[in-house]
């Protein structure tokens, strides 16, 4: 197998499944102004400028230097003319002109606010901005807006949920979340994925990928969990989604596209003390707890692999898993299942070692997964 040598970015992949790419980010400058026209094609519905910035975005990740000129990029894949007008930009003022008038455009301002509240996507933001509503004032005002329980949910616990997480809070959330769960099924397993599992030191929410080393004693335990949660006092909102988990269906093309495994969404309360209190005592401070959003998620025992891989992330590298399937080995690979197209048949896998194994790829740990 051909290693490119670490110092050589001659050999960067333009698959984010076939770099190292790990928390440290010296290119930040240039990813946070590529991560803002992201989200401006994202909310213009331009799918191929902000695939294009994605990818930008994510080989500039994997970089083990700051790019400090445009001859840096010499070799390297993903970068388009585009994407190198900015960087110039950047590299002789500090800025991008385009970026600074996108921060200060009105319906990128207010789209942005409105998608910042759990259970507020895309098209609900664009809905409240051409109602003409810019501030939460004016949504909150309209008696026309109907919010649903999570949107509710979303304004009720809006600043506590707006600050994340930390690593020592994810653990302790960790904690309890496991000893609830072993209450039920001892030999249950609980593991750590998204963001955390990469070895980010803060996040949006904690994920949990919750299964049973017995098939079938899965089924019902995310109901009792949650009750559990419920009867200690700490369960603000709940989601529930039933499994939609078909054995027969192919892997979906689809990224974005969400698994069919039982799920929960949740707001929790986290007790202070549990970790480190913060030194400035705002008015949410003052309470002994704060509301931060879990998701887990309960694949049987089976499919746990998949699920782990699929929900450990990052996006990009999800995403480039995917489209390397497809397109270098012609299978079809999602949350659930690897499918291979030429010999149509299941390819299964226990860890997720197998899973990079049966697609011929080299093995990346999850906090080299950071794309
Ligand atoms: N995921 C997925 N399909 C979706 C949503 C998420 O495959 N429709 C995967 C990729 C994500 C992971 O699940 O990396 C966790 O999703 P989060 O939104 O929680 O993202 P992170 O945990 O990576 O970041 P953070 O929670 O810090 O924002
Ligand atoms: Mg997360």
Redesign the pocket.
């Known amino acids: 197998e051909e290693r490119p040598e670490p110092s050589s970015p001659r050999r960067v992949s333009q698959y984010a499944c076939q770099r190292r790419t790990t928390i440290t980010n010296h290119n930040k400058i240039f990813t946070d102004a590529f991560e803002v026209l992201v989200e401006q094609a994202e909310f213009n519905e331009n799918e191929g400028r902000c695939l294009a910035f994605m990818r930008a975005t994510s080989v500039l990740k994997s970089l083990s230097g700051a790019v400090r000129c445009l001859g840096d990029l010499e070799g390297l894949p993903c970068l388009g003319d585009q994407t190198k007008a900015v960087m110039e930009d950047i590299l002789e003022c500090g800025k991008s002109s385009k970026v600074q008038e996108i921060l200060s455009d009105e319906k990128y301002r207010a789209l942005k606010l409105f998608t910042s509240v759990f259970g507020v996507g895309r098209k609900t933001a664009e809905k409240w901005y051409r109602k003409g509503h810019r501030t939460f004032d004016e949504v909150h005002a309209d008696d026309t807006i109907g919010l649903n329980r999570m949107q509710k949910a979303g304004f009720l616990y809006y600043s506590d949920i707006l600050k994340?997480l930390s690593r020592a809070e994810a653990d302790a959330l960790g904690r309890i979340v496991e000893n609830t769960v072993r209450k039920i099924v001892p030999d249950a397993i609980v593991a750590l994925?998204?963001?955390?599992r990469?070895g980010?030191e803060?996040?949006?929410?904690v994920?949990f990928i919750i299964t049973t080393p017995a098939l079938g004693e899965h089924e019902g335990l995310l109901g009792r969990v949650v009750n559990k949660f419920q009867y200690q006092g700490i369960l603000l909102y709940h989601e529930h989604q039933e499994s939609t988990f078909d054995l027969t269906k192919l892997p979906s093309r689809r990224?974005?596209?969400?698994?069919h495994y039982e799920k929960c969404f949740l707001v929790l309360k986290l007790k202070r003390g549990l970790v480190e209190m913060d030194s400035q005592m705002d008015d949410a401070a003052q309470r002994q707890w704060r509301a931060v959003r879990v998701?887990l998620v309960v694949p049987p025992i089976t499919h746990f692999a998949f699920a782990l891989l699929?929900?450990?992330?990052?996006?990009q590298f999800?995403r480039d898993l995917r489209r390397f399937a497809q397109h270098e080995r012609k299978m079809l690979l999602d949350?659930h299942a690897l499918y291979d197209k030429t010999k149509k048949v299941f390819l299964s896998a226990k860890t997720e070692e197998e899973i990079f194994a049966q697609l011929g790829l080299e093995y990346i740990p999850p906090w080299e997964r950071n794309a």
């Open positions: 994340g994925t998204g963001g955390f990469r980010k803060c996040g949006h929410d994920d990224f974005e596209a969400m698994d998701d699929g929900w450990t992330g990052s996006r999800e949350n």
